[in-house]
């Protein structure tokens, strides 16, 4: 696939969708007992999200710690690094400016309101700079 500078509405619509109806299903069937679940679940939903995304210019992406770059980490850290947070030379991601906060080194334990936040941030950027 070629390297995208924009996605068409429908297909971010359609994105936002299959995972809002993850989120739901999850939250239908979680309670107690699902503690250890929930981060092993949004941890793999991270890299779900990053996938539908995955070809998108990072010339338009930025390398500012915005949220598109905080997911591409946390994605590529949660595949390579054996689920601890990776630094990237290139994307100035601070911790205590990124939506997670997780700095280099630390394991990635994704909870349901920690990925309602980087969804909501990370489809807010994609729609500022991919709008199609």
Known sequence: MLAMSSYPRDYV???RAAIEARVAAY???????FEEFEPVFFNDLVVVL??????????????????????RL????????????????????????????YAPGDVIAV??????????????ELETRYAG
């Open 74 to 101: 946390l994605a590529t850290s949660l595949m390579t690094a054996d689920g601890r947070m990776i630094a990237d030379k290139q994307i100035k991601l601070k911790p205590g400016n990124s939506l997670l906060g």
């Open 50 to 71: 990053e996938n539908y995304f995955v070809h998108r210019l990072r010339a338009a992406e930025g390398k500012d710690g915005n949220p598109l770059n905080e997911v």
């Open 27 to 33: 939250r239908k069937v979680a309670g107690p007992g």
């Open 13 to 15: 619509e359609a994105a």
């Open 111 to 124: 909870r349901a309101d920690d990925f309602a936040r980087l969804t909501k941030g990370f489809f807010a």
